[in-house]
């Protein structure tokens, strides 16, 4: 804090915050930035009696409100995955490998990455929104003066919801997805319901489902914080607000593939 204020008072933080306004420089300072908020929300004490009930509120907002249309892309993924995956191995290979190849390729890949978008989609662009509308009415302000700390208080609950709910989220996609794909591979696509199933089972691999699960839980942290991230910096009135919540929503998105490739060559570059 020292050398914090040490910084604001020689005008080098001024400096700074002037320079990153220019385009080239707000490149290269905008990830620092990001990382710095993150760090700024999750480092640090917390109060769990404040923060416990706000992680309640978020987890059930954007947790178990996200579930209907998890659900809905779940069965159509079963659907999709299966015909794909028999279409490109039936007569070649075995009828079981049409589930060993529904079975890890949704546990993998579909199932994090096509719930890490739709989350993105609903709820960093509701994070960015309701943060913003703050932000341009200056009720984080008023939270300043009340001694209140905003990060805690508005950001730290809504990114822990997501980190803790996106992976939940991505069990219910692998579930509902593998059992449909079941049942339209036994009903239409002439592979019996033993050979899918022990082409699931026999091929399972907890690696796969590990790495699925930490995917899940990174994409979810980076989705909360990008929303926080631009509803905390709103400018411009009710157009910032749209702004920020585009730029959330991108965010996220691009985020997520990034992580995806870096997980991967931790988890399943053999």
Same mark, same amino acid.
């Given at each position: 804090?020292?050398?914090?204020?040490?910084?604001?008072? @020689?005008?080098?933080?001024?400096?700074?915050?002037?320079?990153?306004?220019?385009?080239?420089?707000?490149?290269?300072?905008?990830?620092?930035?990001?990382?710095?908020?993150?760090?700024?929300?999750?480092?640090?004490?917390?109060?769990?009696?404040?923060?416990?009930?706000?992680?309640?509120?978020?987890?059930?907002?954007?947790?178990?409100?996200?579930?209907?249309?998890?659900?809905?892309?779940?069965?159509?993924?079963?659907?999709?995955?299966?015909?794909?995956?028999?279409?490109?191995?039936?007569?070649?290979?075995?009828?079981?490998?049409?589930?060993?190849?529904?079975?890890?390729?949704?546990?993998?890949?579909?199932?994090?990455?096509?719930?890490?978008?739709?989350? =993105?989609?609903?709820?960093? @662009?509701?994070?960015?929104?309701?943060?913003?509308?703050?932000?341009?009415?200056?009720?984080?302000?008023?939270?300043?003066?009340?001694?209140?700390?905003?990060?805690?208080?508005?950001?730290?609950?809504?990114?822990?919801?997501?980190?803790?709910?996106?992976?939940?989220?991505?069990?219910?996609?692998?579930?509902?997805?593998?059992?449909?794909?079941?049942?339209?591979?036994?009903?239409?696509?002439?592979?019996? =319901?033993?050979?899918?199933?022990?082409?699931?089972?026999?091929?399972?691999?907890?690696?796969?489902?590990?790495?699925?699960?930490?995917? %899940?839980?990174?994409?979810?942290?980076?989705?909360?914080?990008?929303?926080?991230?631009?509803?905390?910096?709103?400018?411009?009135?009710?157009?910032?607000?749209?702004? %920020?919540?585009?730029?959330?929503?991108?965010?996220?998105?691009?985020?997520?593939?990034?992580?995806?490739?870096?997980? %991967?060559?931790?988890?399943?570059?053999?």
């Amino acid at each position: 804090m020292a050398v914090l204020s040490l910084l604001v008072d @020689s005008g080098t933080i001024d400096l700074w915050q002037s320079r990153a306004n220019i385009p080239r420089v707000r490149v290269l300072v905008a990830p620092i930035d990001y990382l710095a908020f993150l760090a700024r929300c999750l480092v640090g004490s917390w109060d769990l009696r404040r923060t416990w009930s706000r992680f309640i509120e978020q987890l059930s907002v954007h947790g178990v409100g996200a579930l209907p249309v998890i659900v809905l892309t779940s069965v159509f993924i079963g659907l999709t995955t299966a015909v794909q995956t028999s279409y490109q191995l039936m007569g070649v290979v075995p009828k079981y490998f049409v589930g060993m190849g529904v079975g890890r390729i949704v546990l993998i890949e579909l199932a994090p990455v096509l719930t890490g978008f739709i989350v =993105a989609g609903r709820s960093a @662009s509701a994070i960015a929104a309701e943060l913003g509308a703050m932000r341009v009415s200056e009720q984080i302000d008023a939270l300043d003066v009340m001694g209140v700390d905003p990060y805690r208080y508005l950001c730290l609950p809504r990114i822990l919801a997501m980190t803790v709910g996106l992976p939940l989220l991505v069990v219910v996609t692998e579930v509902v997805a593998v059992f449909t794909a079941l049942i339209i591979s036994a009903s239409m696509l002439d592979v019996p =319901a033993s050979t899918f199933t022990y082409g699931v089972t026999h091929f399972f691999m907890l690696r796969d489902f590990t790495g699925g699960i930490v995917k %899940a839980a990174l994409f979810g942290m980076l989705i909360g914080n990008s929303g926080c991230y631009y509803g905390f910096n709103v400018q411009g009135g009710a157009q910032g607000v749209g702004r %920020a919540t585009t730029r959330a929503v991108v965010l996220s998105a691009v985020l997520i593939l990034l992580v995806d490739f870096l997980v %991967a060559l931790i988890f399943f570059n053999e």
